[in-house]
Each structure stands twice: as C-alpha cells, then as structure tokens.
C-alpha cells in the first residue's frame, strides 16, 4: 500500500501565557521593565501538547484516534491540517487534505441555504465549479431541500448539521480528518456520518478520526492510536487501542478510590478530589457492588481557599467508554453556597444501581457554576458492579443485557 | 516568502471572490435603504463639508466646484478607511474560520479588499453624475485611473495586513485604528488643496502617502492644475515600502495566528 501521511517527530509546545489572556501592549512593557535581561519563556510556563509523536498511515487506512481530553488529540489534527504549526517536527501528506473539524465552518446566518454552501465548500478548498457540479447532490443529501432558499438564520440547528455535513460529504478529499462531528446530532446523523465515512473508506481515501465515541471507532476504524499526555501510548489494532485506554481508568480498588495521585488530571486545583468511597445506606463501606444495590457515593475532597458554588458531578462510562449518564447536583436543585478551605466531603445516594455487570470507570469533576473554570477535573476512578439476582427469579444479568436495566412489571392476566 | 505562498494564493483565489462576495451581500441585509447607503454616506460628508469648510471657514477648493472638491476625495478615502478598519480587523472577527480550517490566512484582509470596492465603484459612479452635472471637461488623463486604483488597494491592503496581523496579538489595535484613520484624515488633502500648504512643509505632505493619491484622483476629475508627479512619485514609493513590509510582517506571524488569536 502506498504510504499516505507521515509524521516525524511531531512536537508542539504552547506558552502558557500566550493561550490564556490576550497580550496587552502595556503587559509587555511591563514585564520587559520588571525583566529587562529577558526572562522569556521558561519550560514552567509552557506545556508539551505533543511531545515526538510519530506514526505513518497507508493509502485508504482508516485511523482512530483516541485519549483523554488535553491529551494531545486536537493538536494532532490542527497540526496535520495545517490550522497550527509544530514546534518541531515534520509531516508529509500526499494529496488533498480537508478537515472537518467543525460542521459548516462559516456559515453566515443572513445567507441562504443555498450561498451558503458555495461559501462553505469555497473555504473547505472546493473550487466554484466542483460546487456547480455537486450542488445538486449535496442538496438532496442534506434533505432540507424546501428551505435552500431560505436564510439559516430561519434553519433549526439539525438543519444547519445536514447541510454543513452534506457539503463535507461531498469534498472527495484523498485524506479527511474528521474531529468529534459525531459528538453533535441525532441518530439519524450520525448513521449518516459514519456511512458516508464507510464509503470513503471502500473508496481507497485515508481516513482520521477523534471521538470520544468509542463504539463508533471501533466500527469504523481498522488501526487505533492512543495518545496520553502528548505522547503515542499504544499503536495498534483498534480493539487493543481502546482496551488499553479504558484500563487507564480503572484502580484496583473495591470500597473506594484514592484519588489524591491521580495523573493527567485537569484543572486549575484550587479544589481538588481525594477520595472516593463506595458505602452502604447504613454508611458502611461496601466490599461488593451488585447490580440493582442502593449505594451512597463519597466523594472526599480539599479546598486550597474558599469555593463560592462550586458544582460538583460525575459521569458513568462503560469500559469501552460509551458515556452512560452524566450528573451533578445542580441538575437535582441543589446548590453550595460556598466551600471553605479544608477536606470536606459530599455524597451522592442513588437508590438503585441499575447497571447490568461488569466494569465501569468514573470520570470526577468540579467546576465553578457554568462550567467553567474547572477546578478538577477528568479525575478517574472504576467501579465493579456484581451479578445479582435482580429480579428474584434466580436469572442473571449479564454484559449481553445491554448496559443497564429498567426494573419493571410484567402484567400478563389478558393472555 | 517564496514561491509556494504565492501559488497557493492562487489556488484560494475563489476563496477571497467568495468572502468578499459574502460581506457584500450581508452589508445591506435587512436595511431599508440597501445599497443606497454606499452614496448616503459621501453625499452628506460632502455636503457637509461644503457649508462649513467651503461656506463658513472659506477654505479655498483651487476653483473647483465644492461638491467635485470634496467628493473627489472623499470616494478613494472613504475606501481607503474602511478598508484598512475591516481588513485590520478581518483576521480577529473571523477567528471561528482560523482555528478551525487552513487557508492561506491573507485571504480574510484580501477579501476585506475586494468587498471594499464595490461602494468604491457606486461612489465613483455618483462623482461622475456631479462631473457631467457641472460640465467638466474630461480628457486622456482618465487613463491613469486604472493605475489610481489599483494604487489605492495596495496601499489600504498594505496597511489593513499589517494591522490585522498586529491584532491578532494586540488588541489595543481594535481602539487605537479607528483613531489613527480620523487622525490621518485631517493630514490628508481631503478638505483643503496642497496649493495650501507652504511650500517649506510640503515634505510633510508627501511623506503621507495619500496626499499624492487623493490629489491626482482629485486632478482627475478637474485638471485645473498640471499633475504633481513628484508627490505621486512619493506615494507609489511609499505605497510600495508599506505593503511589502505589512506583507513580510504579515508572513513572519501567520504561523502562530491560529494559537493565539
């Protein structure tokens, strides 16, 4: 197979300050006042996003790309779509490149169904007469027909996603990174998305993809890349890949977790995670979760300073990392005014654990109201769920259940 | 800069028609007026202009009448302004487009450009109607609008791409750009002639490279003097000196655009 995309090496640092706050002149002034020999960038101040990353990719391979948020991912793509340049390091690709990283990049709200994907496909590199030529196909693809006429200001948002998608679809690029475009849209979207990937793929076109949906990667993808903290983890097949960055999740750990050492996690820490502790209603520590037990979850946490409304949440992934629910309190109502400095704790009471058996990671955050900053965040930790005879008739459940369970009444007198 | 920045320029040529195409067609959306407005806005300065510096402060117009006075100038720099405030900030307001998707970034101010002639030309179209109204002979000289033009651009897109590039990383631009351009308004021969100003501060003048410019777009339309070619020389030189460094500024910080912008 020829070789479609090499890279060699890629690093790429970004400057911490640079990314946060807009330079003001005046800033600058000032620190070449306050440092007039020059104190620039130091390695304290900047962070490695990639750090010698190399891989090559053959002709019509299609490549999952996959790991935590911040590990690097995005910048690979950036990098190898040109949008930002490596620090160092170098890649080559052979042909054409688009990269949908965003669905209808451009689009203006006045413009019409129509104007808007000519200026949408001009910027993704279609020439005007590909555009005339496919207009027609892109039109019927995208299914809002009726409305191409129409300003998208007027179009509901899933319009606005088929139109931006049938465009992309139709760029017939010989390398097409795609980032998270699954992430948006319905059902119906996304079986469209992974089908018009399909065929890119059986048309000998290179195909890369991030997602966090790993069900879909693993569907689409033959090779899988994992990359943690700026670096290549693991290279290969694609259920290893994923099998391997969902062990990353999970600690040996039965009634609780210590999460004072987790790795890699996010966020500024002026609060951070340090204990998870799986109870009992009674509040004893439980040795064995089952399917369907009540469980109080404990998480332990300390405050550098006081937290004015903190928010804290979790969310439920299974161990190939199909996001089962996220939640939080203030989903249910509640608020916390405020946090003083110290180790504290707050627990979650579910009543009923619903999960069928198996292994389940925990992803932990706590965020200022809004979501942002986020003062911890993407912290892991696993859950095992036992198998239990959760409707006492001696039947287990098991993984080929599905993911979870609905307790239920089967009312059978009319038969 | 070499060779394959300007052959990619040209592969994404269709690109600047279409942005440029966009800012057209969204300008006027929604306005009862529309397009009328690219003559409202040079109609009232001018008439402005013509009772208060003409009429009250009796500023001399070189014998020509007021309205073809002012507006002579007032159409190239009228795009002159509103090229380099757009194009400074093109970069800046389009920065969805520049983090996500690669295109050769000096699209955004060309396009800027572009868009920007169109009221140039409905402008020029209504100068025309006052040149006829007034009866002004017109002769050979209107040859060197083309090269006029073509002049403007450059220097407006010269400066729009240094300012945009600045932008990206200081946003005092955004305050400090619009205050620049009403500043250099008044150091350009827009409502007094250069036969005003005294001959020892004349160098002054023509270290602006608009004064040149506005006077021979003004020459063209009432040749009632014979050309400066000195001054104009100054502006096509300076012209020249401006856009090749806005576009090597440019050039030099066009890598790390979509990181900090």
């Known amino acids: ?415 | 800069m070499n060779l394959e920045t300007f052959r990619e320029f040209w592969l994404y040529r269709e690109l600047v028609y279409f942005l440029a195409w966009r800012d057209v067609k969204v300008r006027y959306k929604q306005t009862v007026l529309g397009v009328l407005w690219a003559i409202i806005q040079p109609l009232f300065t001018m008439v402005i202009f013509t009772l208060l510096f003409g009429g009250l402060a009796k500023i001399s117009t070189d014998g020509i009448p007021g309205p073809i006075f002012y507006l002579s100038a007032l159409v190239p720099w009228t795009y002159f302004s509103s090229t380099v405030g757009n194009a400074g900030m093109s970069l800046v307001s389009n920065s969805g487009l520049l983090t996500k998707i690669y295109f050769p970034r000096i699209i955004l101010p060309a396009a800027a450009a572009l868009s920007g002639l169109i009221d140039f030309l409905i402008g020029t179209v209504f100068l025309g109607g006052f040149v006829l109204y007034y009866g002004v002979p017109l002769g050979a000289n209107l040859l060197l609008w083309p090269a006029l033009v073509v002049l403007l651009v450059l220097l407006a897109l010269g400066l729009g791409i240094f300012f945009a590039a600045l932008n990206v990383k200081y946003r005092d631009v955004k305050y400090a750009l619009p205050f620049l351009i009403q500043l250099l308004m008044f150091a350009t021969p827009i409502i007094y002639p250069v036969s005003m100003i005294p001959d020892r501060f004349r160098w002054l003048l023509a270290l602006n490279p608009l004064s040149g410019l506005i006077e021979t777009f003004r020459w063209l339309v009432a040749p009632s003097r014979p050309i400066d070619w000195n001054l104009l020389g100054f502006s096509v030189a300076i012209t020249g000196i401006l856009f090749v460094v806005g576009l090597a500024y440019f050039h030099s910080t066009e890598r790390t655009m979509a990181d900090i912008v």
């Open chain 1, 1 to 415: 197979m020829p070789r479609s995309l090499e890279v060699q090496t890629l690093s790429k640092r970004y400057r911490l300050g640079r990314i946060q706050h807009h330079q003001m002149l005046r800033e600058q002034i000032v620190e070449l006042i306050k440092h007039p020999f020059g104190r620039r960038a130091t390695e304290a101040e900047s962070i490695w996003a990639l750090r010698d990353v190399s891989f090559e990719v053959d002709e019509g391979e299609v490549v999952g790309i996959i790991g935590r948020n911040g590990a690097g991912k995005s910048t690979l793509l950036k990098i190898l779509s040109k949008i930002t340049y490596p620090t160092s390091g170098k890649v080559k690709v052979k042909g054409r490149v688009a990269s949908l990283l965003e669905v209808g990049t451009g689009f203006h709200e006045e413009l019409t169904g129509r104007e808007n994907v000519y200026l949408n496909g001009s910027i993704l590199g279609m020439r005007k007469r590909e555009v005339d030529e496919r207009l027609d196909a892109i039109v019927a693809f995208s299914g809002v027909e009726q409305f191409i006429d129409t300003p998208i200001k007027r179009y509901s948002s899933g319009m606005r996603l088929r139109l931006g998608f049938a465009v992309a679809a139709h760029l017939e690029p010989d390398v097409l990174i795609v980032d998270e475009v699954l992430a948006v849209g319905d059902a119906g979207f996304q079986k469209k998305c992974i089908a018009t990937m399909e065929g890119l793929r059986k048309g000998g076109r290179t195909v890369l993809f991030v997602s966090h949906n790993l069900a879909a990667v693993e569907n689409l993808c033959s090779r899988g890349i994992w990359i943690d903290a700026g670096k290549i983890r693991m290279d290969g097949g694609v259920t290893d890949a994923i099998k391997g960055y969902m062990g990353s999740f999970v600690d040996e750990q039965v009634s609780g977790s210590d999460l004072s050492g987790t790795e890699n996690r996010l966020g500024t820490g002026e609060i951070r995670y340090t204990r998870l502790e799986y109870l009992g209603t009674d509040g004893t520590p439980c040795a064995m979760t089952r399917s369907g037990d009540a469980l109080v979850l404990r998480f332990h946490f300390h405050a550098d300073k006081p937290i004015r409304e903190p928010s804290f949440g979790f969310r439920l992934y299974t161990e190939m990392g199909t996001l089962i629910t996220e939640t939080y309190h203030r989903l249910l109502g509640i608020h916390i005014p405020k946090v003083e400095p110290g180790d504290g704790y707050i627990d979650a009471e579910i009543e009923s654990l619903n999960l069928v058996p198996g292994r389940y990671a925990l992803s932990l955050w706590i965020t200022a109201p809004g979501g942002t900053p986020v003062y911890d965040g993407d912290v892991r930790a696993s859950l095992e769920v036992e198998v239990a005879d959760v409707y006492r008739s001696g039947r287990m459940l098991d993984s080929r259940s599905g993911l979870v369970y609905f307790p239920q009444r089967w009312n059978i007198t009319k038969v």
